[in-house]
């Protein structure tokens, strides 16, 4: 099994909404990752929990909040969005070190924020 | 300079031909190198991954790597339309206590009847 599932697939949320995305993986895999992409662009990376510990912040604006329940589940909180906000978040998972792994990506939830 | 450098193409190939797509990184602490797929509105599909230097082959996909030169590429022998879509190359390095896997900006593959 090396499925990622995110959940929901779609969601459209005003400005003054909060907001959670879910991300889950039974591979046993040690990082969890949530990226965000814009129409034309790669993904760019937000946060990395490795060992269930945030490693990773790259700067995220506090709106967007990640948590790490445990080894298989990752959320992602929203609260006060901006609509430039709206983009596909997408949800990947990796073995928590050495090169020897693959990442694996879940379908993404589109976030339209109005 | 960037830390992954793609071309954004478009490159088009006609159908039964081999496509070849190139990266290079700057980051010589790179453990890992992946190769995904990428059709519009859709999340981004594994294809192959490698970390030793040579080639890796996988049906008609081909991964090579050469670290000395910060190189990596991919062949697609026999190309169908079905290939078409943007390919994204990335690497995956230790930091901060975790793995951090970068992306290119992707190349967009066409591939013609």
């Known amino acids: 099994d090396t499925e990622v599932t995110q959940t929901p697939k779609h969601l459209v949320m005003g400005m003054t909404n909060k907001k959670s995305l879910k991300c889950e993986q039974h591979?046993?895999?040690?990082?969890m990752y949530w990226y965000k992409q814009k129409a034309k662009k790669p993904p760019e990376l937000m946060f990395v929990y490795s060992y269930e510990k945030l490693s990773i912040n790259e700067s995220v604006p506090s709106r967007f909040s990640p948590e790490c329940p445990n080894s298989s589940l990752l959320n992602l909180h929203l609260h006060a969005l901006q609509p430039e906000d709206s983009a596909l978040y997408l949800c990947a998972s990796s073995q928590g070190r050495g090169r020897n792994t693959e990442a694996f990506f879940g379908q993404g939830t589109r976030l339209t924020v109005v | 300079q960037k830390e992954v450098e793609q071309n954004s193409g478009p490159l088009s190939v006609p159908e039964g031909a081999i496509a070849s797509l190139n990266c290079t990184y700057s980051d010589r602490g790179s453990q890992s190198f992946f190769w995904y797929r990428q059709y519009s509105g859709k999340s981004p599909e594994l294809i192959m991954f490698i970390y030793s230097n040579g080639d890796k082959e996988d049906g008609r996909f081909t991964a090579q790597l050469n670290k000395a030169s910060q190189y990596v590429s991919l062949l697609i022998r026999d190309s169908q339309p079905s290939d078409s879509a943007t390919y994204l190359c990335?690497?995956?390095?230790?930091?901060?206590?975790?793995?951090?896997?970068?992306f290119g900006t992707g190349t967009q593959l066409k591939v013609e009847l």
């Open positions: 990335a690497f995956l390095r230790g930091a901060g206590g975790g793995n951090k896997l970068t």
């Open positions: 591979m046993g895999h040690r990082a």
